[in-house]
């Protein structure tokens, strides 16, 4: 998928694809595709490009951190850059993906080692990403970062093994509006 649809024109194959896989339209898919290149000429997104977008969605924190994580998770094939079938996939998950399809993207997002589970480490850091990415101001929790991912990973890990399945993330998001807008806002 990755580097063989970086180009500055999108091909006829690849615009069929994302017909079949998205929910965007042909002119949807262009006028995003655009858009894309506008922002990334040479077909490819970078680290530094996408937090310079994505932070202009919070402007009151710090959303580096964040953005490393969000990178990471579009960039499907990790070889460092987003092409724009990357992108436009993982757009249409989080914009009109199924409950599933987008806790397994958020599940993905957590489990940054990919290592099929979510551990303490893991969850503490995304939890002190989102912290800092919001801004102290915006947050009207009165627990710490760490205390809120202990608080959550305990919720989460049904069966206390230490680590927290795709399954226990589903059911526990899906049981709890709260943690679920917490943790897979788009929901």
């Known amino acids: 998928m ?8 999108l091909s006829q194959d690849d615009l069929e694809f994302l017909k079949r896989k998205t929910n965007f339209d042909e002119q949807t898919i262009c006028d995003i595709y655009r858009g894309f290149l506008a922002d990334c000429p040479e077909g490819k997104m970078v680290p530094a490009t996408f937090c310079q977008i994505y932070s202009k969605c919070f402007p009151a924190g710090n ?22 079938k990357e992108f436009l996939l ?6 009109s993906g199924s409950p599933e399809e987008k806790l397994n993207w958020a599940f993905s997002l957590y489990d940054v080692d990919g290592n099929g ?12 990403s989102i912290y800092k990415m919001v801004g102290t101001a915006q947050i009207q ?4 970062p760490v205390e809120r991912a202990h608080d959550i990973f305990d919720k989460m890990d049904l069966d206390s093994d230490g680590k927290i399945t795709k399954e226990e993330f589903t059911k526990t998001c899906l049981g709890d509006k709260n943690l679920l807008n917490l943790l897979a806002p788009n929901m």
Do not use: P, Q, W
């Not at 959303?63 to 724009?84: L, S, W």
């Not at 589970?117 to 002190?128: F, G, R, S």
């Open 2 to 9: 990755g580097a063989e649809s970086s180009r500055s024109s």
């Open 141 to 144: 929790l009165e627990d710490t």
């Open 90 to 95: 993982s757009i249409d998950v989080n914009s």
């Open 63 to 84: 959303a580096r951190e964040f953005c490393d994580h969000v990178f990471r998770t579009f960039d499907t094939d990790k070889n460092g850059v987003i092409d724009f």
């Open 117 to 128: 589970y979510i551990d303490i480490h893991e969850m503490t850091k995304l939890v002190t």
